[in-house]
């Protein structure tokens, strides 16, 4: 066993960090922040239901109007509703797909520690930002965040792998994944 975790620590990190992340991922939609949580998945809903009409978002509490959403870059709802066309409706594909955003983030936070780093400070990096509470609530929960911090942490590897290469497809990921992105 102690040679498969020598062999393999990214893969048991990554899924470890995946099933602290798929934690009541059929749970209903409750608690701190249900009413943001709420929203997206309406949002997400709708666009299933209604057309995929990328610009116009909608929630439920609009009253007697369309309810169209004056909200951020509707990417994640809309990344939703287009697993719902392929699975079908569930909530839980909602918070599946932010389990594997905040997996990507880990493995990509692995890549950039690594970048200027030793492999064990890499592995020690990926492994506490796998776990770290916050990380772990938000990239497992029905909101935009999940992406947002996995774009953020991939803009940021590219813009340091671009400083060290000048590798111009580093760059062009930099800029499409940056944090100033409206997601």
């Known amino acids: 066993m102690a040679?498969?975790?020598q062999q393999f620590p990214l893969p048991l990190i990554l899924a470890f960090g995946f099933v602290l992340r798929l934690y009541h991922v059929n749970a209903p939609i409750i608690g701190i922040h249900a009413w943001r949580q709420s929203d997206t998945a309406a949002m997400a809903r709708n666009y299933y239901e209604n057309g995929f009409?990328?610009?116009?978002?909608?929630?439920?509490w609009?009253?007697?109007t369309p309810g169209y959403a004056e909200t951020e870059f509707p990417m994640y709802p809309y990344m939703v509703s287009l697993v719902y066309k392929l699975f079908g409706f569930s909530d839980s594909y909602g918070r599946l797909l932010?389990?594997?955003f905040g997996v990507m983030a880990i493995y990509f936070m692995y890549r950039l520690v690594r970048l200027v780093a030793t492999n064990k400070v890499?592995?020690?990096s990926a492994f506490f930002f796998a776990v770290l509470p916050l990380n772990v609530f938000y990239s497992r929960t029905f909101q935009p965040e999940s992406?947002?911090?996995m774009s953020c942490v991939i803009g940021l590897y590219g813009f340091v792998h671009w400083s060290q290469s000048r590798q111009d497809r580093y760059l062009i990921l930099?800029?499409?994944l940056s944090p100033w992105h409206p997601y």
Do not use: M
């Open 53 to 60: 009409r990328f610009l116009y978002p909608q929630i439920d």
């Open 3 to 5: 040679v498969f975790l």
């Open 147 to 149: 992406l947002l911090i």
């Open 174 to 176: 930099s800029v499409i």
């Open 122 to 124: 890499a592995l020690w």
């Open 98 to 100: 932010s389990a594997i």
């Open 62 to 64: 609009g009253g007697s």
